[in-house]
C-alpha cells in the first residue's frame, strides 16, 4: 500500500513561487512514476507533470512549461514540483500520484494511477 501526502501550498501573489512537495510512505517507491495533477474549482482534473520511476525523465503540460520542474528524490521517497512565475490561472488543489505507466507520446492519464495524495491548496493572486 502507498501513502502519499503533500505539503507546501498556499497563497502567492502572481509572479511568485511554491514548493510543493509529497512524500510516500509506501516502499518501492523508485517503481513508481509520479505526477502531479490539479483541479481548480468548477472544472476537472488536469495532468502537470511527471517524473519517470528512475528520475529520468519529465514531462509537463504545455502552459507550465518553463515555469514549473518536477523532481524527486528516491533515497528519501518524495516528488517535489518547484512553481515559478504562478499565474492565477494555476489557482487549484495539486494532487501527487503513483503509478506504474510511462507514456512517452501522450501526456499522463488519471487511469495510470492508483495512489492519490489528498491534495495541497494553491492560490495565486493577482
Known amino acids: 500500500q502507498v501513502q502519499l501526502v503533500e505539503s507546501g501550498g498556499g497563497l502567492v501573489q502572481a509572479g511568485g513561487s511554491l514548493r510543493l512537495s509529497c512524500v510516500s510512505s509506501g516502499d518501492k517507491f523508485n517503481i513508481y512514476v509520479m505526477a502531479w495533477f490539479r483541479q481548480a474549482p468548477g472544472k476537472e482534473r488536469e495532468f502537470v507533470a511527471a517524473t519517470s520511476a528512475n528520475g529520468e525523465e519529465t514531462a509537463y503540460k504545455d502552459s507550465v512549461k518553463g515555469r514549473f520542474i518536477a523532481s524527486r528524490d528516491n533515497t528519501k521517497n518524495t516528488v517535489t514540483l518547484q512553481m515559478n512565475n504562478l499565474k492565477p490561472e494555476d489557482t487549484a488543489v495539486y494532487h501527487c500520484?503513483?503509478?506504474?505507466?510511462?507514456?512517452?507520446?501522450?501526456?499522463?492519464?488519471?487511469?495510470?494511477?492508483?495512489?492519490w495524495g489528498q491534495g495541497t491548496q494553491v492560490i495565486v493572486s493577482q
Open positions: 500520484a503513483a503509478g506504474l505507466r510511462w507514456r512517452v507520446l501522450e501526456p499522463a492519464q488519471e487511469s495510470d494511477f492508483s495512489y
